[in-house]
Antibody
Framework: QVQLVESGGGVVQPGGSLRLSCAAS????????LHWVRQAPGKGLEWVAV????????YYANFVEGRFTISRDNSKKTLYLQITSLRVEDTGVYYC????????????WGQGTLVTVS | DIVLTQSPDSLAVSLGERATINCKSS????????????LAWYQQKPGQPPKVLIY???TRESGVPDRFSGSGSGTDFTLSISSLQAEDVAVYYC?????????FGPGTKVDI
């Protein structure tokens, strides 16, 4: 079955950097776009970024302001999110999710990894 | 950017009764290439990741009970739960995938 497992979260000081990973299994990784979505404690879902199946297209939320970089390694079946210049407001759970297609819903989600900026 | 608003913010429904959640988009989500509405509904229970219920505004995801239904077109959409069950207590979000950024609505909390 489809599995997405995030890792790399932790406690970081403001201004620091972090790289999140999402290991995938159970499907043809290189055929699907992948997203990052985050959720601040007690708040709603916030879309972060998407990358096309081959990595050729990347789109970001406005709040990213050049601080986040989404990437993927299809040979390792792994999605990444590099975050720099971390702010307190970046605190939250970061989910990776698979898109059914590029312009489509998110059909499978990981359990998330918690990033705390403090 | 496309802005989604949801109403109400929260609602309490008796077991077996109908729950209705609305989602309004700041612009039409009707995608010309396939004449379908680029809107999905997700359910999130405490401590869990979201789970897709409905996509293309009205297509139920495989395995989702048929008491969940989606309707609407253009800018106005509705998620209905025909007969609320205890396990339906959750926060429900709409999301548009018409254009990036693929924004979510603020969520609607459903309680018994």
């Amino acid at each position: 079955q489809v599995q997405l497992v995030e890792s790399g979260g932790g406690v970081v000081q403001p201004g620091g950097s972090l790289r999140l990973s999402c290991a995938a299994s159970g499907f043809t990784f290189s055929s699907y776009p992948l997203h990052w979505v985050r959720q601040a404690p007690g708040k709603g879902l916030e879309w972060v970024a998407v990358i096309s199946y081959d990595g050729s297209y990347k789109y970001y939320a406005n709040f990213v302001e050049g601080r986040f970089t989404i990437s993927r390694d299809n040979s390792k079946k792994t999605l990444y999110l590099q975050i720099t210049s971390l702010r307190v407001e970046d605190t939250g759970v970061y989910y990776c999710a698979r898109g059914r297609d590029f312009r489509a819903h998110l059909d499978h989600w990981g359990q998330g990894t918690l990033v705390t900026v403090s | 950017d496309i802005v989604l608003t949801q109403s109400p913010d929260s609602l309490a429904v008796s077991l077996g009764e109908r729950a209705t959640i609305n989602c309004k988009s700041s612009q039409s989500l009707l995608y010309g290439s396939n004449n379908r509405n680029t809107l999905a509904w997700y359910q999130q229970k405490p401590g869990q990741p979201p789970k897709v219920l409905i996509y293309w505004a009205s297509t139920r995801e495989s395995g989702v009970p048929d008491r969940f239904s989606g309707s609407g077109s253009g800018t106005d959409f509705t998620l209905s739960i025909s007969s609320l069950q205890a396990e339906d207590v959750a926060v429900y979000y709409c999301q548009q995938y018409y254009s990036s950024p693929f924004t979510f609505g603020p969520g609607t909390k459903v309680d018994i």
